[in-house]
């Protein structure tokens, strides 16, 4: 039996990983700001970061395409920047994937820093805390249930991408052939083996990753 | 050295306008009574910082918290402030909750913290978790919690409204000796009368976002102009010393400010200061001096005002040398007795109510 190359899973893997590292970083302001915010363009904002939800993946990979593109408002500044295009790239992606996944992350801090509410906060500063202080000592600690959630739905999320990454990736091995266009590479070749072993692969990745958060969430409530 | 601390805010909120400018005693506890809705809460909030849309000048300890171009932020007022609701940090132990403060004012001081942990008796609950805690102990952490960090003063909002009648017996004793020993400012925000005469030094009375009354406790609860005085659990409060102790009976002989002796129970160290608290329905009033009766503590009176009338009862206000007691009678024996204004009466008092040491 044939093997199916396992470099588009750890390119996977690895894009992934950036992408939830960088949607947790970005995920987290935007998140708090929609938690405690009274102003008037919070729905405008809400709607906005919920979009990817409802669009078709290639909807977004058109307008990513253009955005990232060496013509366009993005791939331009990036092009002077690093000489390099976004389209096709391993970077491309990653943006695309924080685009892509970005209410995935949002939405539950954005429950969870809701639940937090302003109470603990104000008994935080008179006892001396500092806003960032009292972030990141009474609100980020309470929202841990949010962000385990968070980085598990963005991680699974950016997994199982693909309308979005063959608009504005391709398939180039190594750099932007992730395993969702393996396993369509492999069907169309009608090499069905080594599409079920990737297929498998994934699957059970999803599987364990999923069953991982509702076990800690399981531990962090009943504790 | 004497600061002169005051406080003159003014805040709109929805329908609702708060606007009022009282001066914040150096020690001892200012009372803020009101009914709900009187603006308590957002005055407390005000001195706290915590309302963003403040105007006004607020002075404390020559710093400026609040003028025309600035507000410190509350994390810079280095106050003390007791929530209804305690807001106990529940993702921390009980001892990390009581470190937060501790920490942040870097005020770490083994010594204190015993004393204070023995004062509020939470030295058994330090490895707990806030929501394995009783409503009480829960306050009990949270006042810890606020003091730990030596606050300039210390804000209590309603601490007992969310326990109940057990639980807010088991916490008062506690603010008592707190009251005993800080030599902070506290401003103790309640709508109740009773917790007023066991705690305050000083009451200020809001209505509608108005003050409408603004003094020390003796006469908030004694005099005539006093919007305290109309309500059912009429009290009056009594600053005495004790003078003499009668071992025998278990009694103690003392002596207000103003000159009246008293004989109350249990033997108290000579010199001690006590607050007396002595109930307008425990007064009951006589025209001539009673020769055999089983009350200890009959004096001569002068019947001053009738405070307040209602179907079935009078409320009277008596004066004991400068001493002010109220007494609530039927009217059927004020009728009877045919009592008037300036008329001598003795009054016999039937339980007093005593209290520890005012400072």
């Known amino acids: 039996m044939l093997l199916p190359d396992l470099a588009p899973l750890f390119l996977t893997i690895k894009l992934a990983v950036i992408a939830t590292l960088i949607l947790i970083v970005l995920g987290t302001p935007i998140a708090w700001w929609l938690a405690t915010t009274r102003l008037k363009i919070k729905p405008l904002v809400e709607a906005l970061v919920a979009l990817p939800i409802v669009l078709p993946p290639t909807v977004i990979g058109f307008y990513l395409l253009i955005l990232l593109s060496p013509q366009g408002t993005l791939g331009s500044f990036w092009v002077e920047l690093t000489g390099q295009a976004l389209t096709f790239s391993f970077s491309g992606l990653v943006i695309a994937s924080v685009i892509y996944s970005f209410p995935f992350v949002v939405q539950p801090l954005q429950g969870a820093f809701e639940t937090v509410g302003k109470d603990l906060m104000e008994a935080a500063h008179t006892l001396g805390a500092k806003p960032l202080d009292a972030f990141f000592s009474v609100a980020v600690p309470m929202a841990k249930r949010g962000y385990l959630t968070a980085t598990v739905l963005g991680f699974a999320h950016t997994l199982g991408e693909f309308g979005v990454v063959l608009m504005i990736g391709g398939n180039i091995p190594g750099e932007t052939r992730l395993i969702s266009i393996a396993i369509y590479d492999h069907v169309e070749s009608l090499e069905y083996a080594q599409a079920h072993m990737l297929s498998f692969i994934l699957i059970s990745f999803a599987f364990v990753s999923m069953l991982m958060m509702y076990v800690l969430n399981y531990k962090s409530r009943s504790q | ?359």
């Open chain 2, 1 to 359: 050295m004497a600061h002169t601390n005051t406080c003159s805010v003014e805040i709109s909120k929805d329908l609702f306008q708060l606007q009022v400018s009282f001066e914040i005693p150096a020690k001892g506890v200012l009372g803020i009574f009101g009914h709900s809705g009187s603006g308590k809460t957002t005055l407390l909030r005000c001195l706290a910082g915590l309302e963003k849309k403040v105007k006004g000048q607020i002075l404390f300890n020559d710093q400026i918290w609040l003028d025309k171009r600035k507000s410190i932020s509350p994390q810079l007022r280095n106050i003390g402030y007791i929530f209804q609701d305690s807001r106990l940090f529940p993702h921390m132990t009980v001892l990390q909750n009581l470190e937060y403060g501790m920490k942040r004012s870097g005020s770490l001081h083994e010594s204190s913290q015993q004393s204070l942990f023995q004062l509020l008796n939470i030295g058994g609950l330090l490895e707990r978790m806030p929501d394995s805690l009783s409503g009480g102990e829960k306050q009990r952490v949270a006042i810890a919690r606020a003091l730990l960090k030596k606050p300039q003063m210390l804000l209590m909002d309603e601490p007992m409204a969310s326990l109940d009648q057990a639980h807010k017996n088991e916490i008062l004793p506690y603010l008592e000796r707190l009251h005993d020993r800080l030599s902070i400012p506290i401003v103790y925000v309640s709508h109740s009368l009773d917790e007023m005469s066991r705690l305050c030094d000083r009451i200020l009375v809001l209505k509608s976002g108005r003050v409408i009354f603004n003094d020390e406790i003796t006469k908030a609860l004694s005099s005539a102009e006093s919007p305290l005085l109309k309500t059912k659990s009429a009290v009056v409060v009594l600053n005495a010393k004790v003078s003499h102790v009668d071992l025998e009976f278990g009694l103690s002989a003392v002596i207000t400010d103003s000159g009246t002796l008293l004989q109350v129970k249990g033997t108290h160290r000579k010199g001690r200061r006590l607050r007396l608290r002595v109930s307008a329905a425990d007064i009951s009033l006589c025209k001539s001096k009673p020769a055999d009766s089983s009350i200890l503590n009959i004096l001569p009176a002068k019947l001053l005002a009738v405070v307040e009338e209602t179907h079935s009862e009078v409320l009277l206000q008596l004066a004991v040398n400068d001493d002010i007691l109220l007494a609530r009678i039927s009217k059927k024996s004020f009728k009877l007795l045919e009592l008037k204004f300036d008329m001598d009466v003795f009054v016999q008092i039937k339980g007093i109510i005593l209290q520890s040491d005012v400072s």
